[in-house]
T-cell receptor
Framework: DGGITQSPKYLFRKEGQNVTLSCEQN?????MYWYRQDPGQGLRLIYYSQIVNDFQKGDIAEGYSVSREKKESFPLTVTSAQKNPTAFYLC??????????????FGPGTRLTVL | QQPVQSPQAVILREGEDAVINCSSS?????VHWYRQKHGEAPVFLMILLKGGEQKGHDKISASFNEKKQQSSLYLTASQLSYSGTYFC????????????FGKGTLLTVNP
């Protein structure tokens, strides 16, 4: 089955530790995205990548880092510099057909709790 | 700039209708609607392109008013399964694709 997988579903970390969230897709999509979701805030863009070995900051990139070494993988690292990392993190991907009607599809999410 | 959704929340009885609005201060190229159940991934419902088209998905339809830069999602004869948070995402004019989401509308359908 084609889709986007994120692991783990729930993640706990101690304050001051870095943690990496996994995102894998087998849809052969070029573009991948990371969003953060907080109650009542909607979806806010952290980082995105439109092609392998290239990525750009979104609206709330501070305290986060990413890499895009393979087309199917876009891991997100939440660093100790992120002041309030507890949130629901969603990965998405999009097939880039060159138009602005492309649809983004989301993975199941990872809920990160900092203790 | 984030689109504005209204209302923030709505409670319905099964079989009732609802309308959710999504407005932007920017000129829009497209509007994307998603539904999210608690703790799950947002699920794509439909996309509206500028030109005022209307689309349907089951008993859920949507329209796009280009003059007002507003899209409306219509839920007709609501079912329990319609409960969830509805998000609109907007893509503005210009050369880049950037999907910006509203804060969501929580829809609760009761028996």
């Amino acid at each position: 089955d084609g889709g986007i997988t994120q692991s783990p579903k729930y993640l706990f970390r101690k304050e001051g530790q870095n943690v990496t969230l996994s995102c894998e897709q087998n849809l052969n999509h070029d573009a991948m995205y990371w969003y953060r979701q907080d109650p009542g805030q909607g979806l806010r863009l952290i980082y995105y990548s439109q092609i392998v070995n290239d990525f750009q900051k979104g609206d709330i990139a501070e305290g986060y880092s990413v890499s895009r070494e393979k087309k199917e993988s876009f891991p997100l690292t939440v660093t100790s510099a992120q002041k309030n990392p507890t949130a629901f993190y969603l990965c998405a991907s999009r097939e880039t057909t060159g138009g602005k009607t492309d649809t983004q599809y989301f993975g199941p999410g990872t809920r990160l709790t900092v203790l | 700039q984030q689109p504005v959704q209204s209302p923030q929340a709505v409670i319905l009885r099964e079989g009732e209708d609802a309308v959710i609005n999504c407005s932007s201060s920017k000129a829009l190229y497209s509007v994307h609607w998603y539904r999210q159940k608690h703790g799950e991934a947002p699920v794509f419902l439909m996309i509206l392109l500028k030109g005022g088209e209307q689309k349907g998905h089951d008993k859920i339809s949507a329209s796009f008013n280009e003059k007002k830069q507003q899209s409306s999602l219509y839920l007709t004869a609501s079912q329990l399964s319609y409960s969830g948070t509805y998000f609109c995402g907007t893509v503005s004019g210009g050369s880049n694709y950037k999907l910006t989401f509203g804060k969501g509308t929580l829809l609760t359908v009761n028996p």
